[in-house]
């Protein structure tokens, strides 16, 4: 079982950053694929990225990519999201996830996820 804690959100200008984090504990942290999703209320979870155990492979929605990079440091059972240039669209409470049965853009894929951080960007 793993337990995800979000933090690092806030509100931000248009163009600036944000580092979110996802705090893991349990025993199979290292094993576990972790993505970040995001979610505006009245909307749908849609993915924003992923990362392999490891950390060797990553993946990002179109969105996003460019701007946001997803990295993990398994020492401390960690996974970050670092957020440049952001945009109002941006807006929404962002979500850790962790699963075991491989890299998916899929809400499916992800058994344990976290109580989620607001980011928001003014314009």
């Known amino acids: 079982q793993v337990q995800l804690v979000e933090s690092g959100g806030g509100l931000v200008q248009a163009g600036g950053s944000l580092r979110l984090s996802c705090a893991a504990s349990g025993p199979t942290f290292s094993t576990a694929i972790i993505a970040w999703f995001r979610q505006i209320p009245g909307k749908e979870r849609e993915f924003v990225a992923t990362?392999?155990?490891?950390?060797?492979?990553?993946y990002y929605a179109d969105s996003v990519k460019g701007r946001f990079t997803i990295s993990r440091d398994n020492a401390k059972s960690t996974v970050y999201l670092q957020m440049n240039s952001l945009k109002p669209e941006d807006t929404a409470v962002y979500y850790c996830a962790a699963g075991f049965t491989g890299m998916s853009s899929r809400i499916g894929n992800y058994m344990y996820w976290g109580q989620g951080t607001q980011v928001t960007v003014s314009s």
């Open positions: 990362i392999s155990q490891r950390g060797v492979t990553t």
